[in-house]
């Protein structure tokens, strides 16, 4: 809209001869420097018309062109003529500099624009990559610190349910109930010493396993959270192998 009313100015003003046709650089700076490259050249392209009509249709004022006489009768527009009938070479300049400005200002702004914003998107994804990598550093010194505040209570109560093992052999129901929690003490020690061994190890990083001793593992281990339930298994003959990580298996329990 504002080329357009520039336009309509210059036209009663003295079109192309008027000093102040190169304002119509300015909205295609500003265009190529934050909207899109379709919308940029659209504007440059209806720059260059509305600039090369005002050469020829316009309303002349002298003062902006003395020497020169327009021409203006039924059958001629107002054009920029000498005395001779000579184009003013002085015009036609202006109008190939406004073409070279218009041509080398869209593409070299573009390109600042663009650039600008793949930098902007290429630092936004590095400030998130920092803010992850700093909340999973907080993560593993916290789980660091909690996996070594389990180590004492654990022992204690293993040692507690040894001797509670010990001074229950004439009870069968308090020996099984020890031994059930002696069973979830050495899980839970099993555990803590996963989560260690996961800390320390990259988590995309993958191992190749018996299939059938790995399930095995997985369910027994389940089966230490889960005593009640009858467990089934019939995979015993199976000879391939797996690739897991340190995960896995907890996904699996899960």
Not at 76 to 105: A, E, K, P, R, Y
Not at 193 to 199: G, P, Q, T
Not at 206 to 211: G, H, I
Request: charged residues 15%; glycine residues 4%; contains cysteine.
């Amino acid at each position: 809209s504002a080329s357009i009313v520039l336009t309509g100015l210059l036209y009663l003003n003295g079109g192309a001869t008027n000093p102040f046709v190169s304002l119509y650089l300015v909205p295609i700076a500003i265009s190529a420097a934050t909207l899109s490259i379709r919308f940029t050249v659209s504007l440059a392209a209806f720059c260059m018309l509305a600039y090369s009509a005002l050469m020829f249709y316009y309303q002349p004022l002298q003062l902006l062109s003395p020497g020169h006489e327009m021409v203006l009768n039924g059958e001629q527009h107002s054009t920029h003529m000498t005395d001779s009938n000579n184009v003013n070479w002085h015009i036609v300049g202006m109008w190939l500099n406004f073409v070279l400005s218009t041509l080398l200002i869209s593409y070299f702004v573009l390109r600042m624009a663009r650039a600008l914003r793949t930098q902007d998107a290429e630092l936004s994804a590095i400030r998130e990559k920092q803010l992850r990598d700093e909340q999973l550093l907080g993560i593993a010194t916290l789980a660091a610190g909690t996996l070594h505040e389990l180590g004492t209570p654990l022992a204690t109560m293993t040692l507690l349910t040894e001797d509670l093992k010990s001074n229950a052999a004439e009870n069968p129901a308090i020996a099984d109930d020890a031994n059930l929690l002696a069973e979830q003490l050495a899980r839970c020690r099993t555990i803590v010493h996963s989560l260690a061994r996961a800390a320390e190890q990259p988590s995309d990083q993958l191992q190749r396993v018996p299939l059938a001793s790995y399930l095995n593992k997985v369910l027994g281990d389940w089966h230490l959270l889960q005593p009640a339930i009858p467990m089934h298994k019939q995979f015993e003959h199976a000879r391939s192998s797996i690739r897991v990580d340190s995960t896995f298996e907890q996904a699996l329990i899960n």
